[in-house]
């Protein structure tokens, strides 16, 4: 049986040496659902964390996006998520934030979408994750009786 994987996007080898800063930022998704939580992570982040997250949630700079998530609390990683896939933020700050939140604690992050992993999924889509399985691969499968 032979099965074929396509990858979504361009790799990253195909992204040459601008480390994907040519990609164009995913479409906003609820733009009023993302000022309602970046008002709420305004209030409620610590001061240090606050200070990343304009630049964070809107640049298309990694360093901000990293620099947001490693300053933020684990309770808000999952609001801070939410946040910049509501936005739009543009790859590949989102991808690097996502990828940092959803290894560290992403139960923060299905805590905050209600386990609704229909939109975890769209979250991922729109991080255009490089696909390592291209091409075709052959499978075998076979059976043994015991």
């Known amino acids: 049986m032979n099965i074929s994987f396509e990858s979504e996007g361009p790799s990253v080898r195909e992204l040459g040496s601008s480390g994907g800063q040519n990609l164009p930022p995913h479409k906003p998704r609820n733009i009023l659902k993302g000022i309602y ?3 709420f992570l305004g209030k409620n982040l610590p ?3 606050k200070k990343y997250l304009k ?3 809107y640049g298309h700079d990694v360093g901000s996006a990293i620099s947001l998530v490693r300053s933020t609390p684990d309770d808000f990683l999952g609001p801070v998520a939410m946040a910049a896939y509501y936005l739009g933020m543009p ?3 989102y991808r690097e934030l996502f990828r940092i939140v959803w ?3 992403s139960g923060s992050l299905m805590g905050a979408l209600n386990a609704d992993f229909g939109r975890a999924r ?5 991080a255009r ?4 399985l291209k091409g075709e691969i052959q ?3 076979g059976y043994s009786r015991d």
């Open 37 to 39: 939580l970046e008002h």
């Open 122 to 126: 769209r979250m991922i889509k729109a």
């Open 47 to 49: 001061t240090d964390a």
């Open 91 to 93: 790859n590949p700050a």
């Open 103 to 105: 290894l560290n604690n």
């Open 129 to 132: 994750f490089e696909n390592p």
């Open 139 to 141: 499978i075998y499968r």
């Open 55 to 57: 630049d964070g949630l």
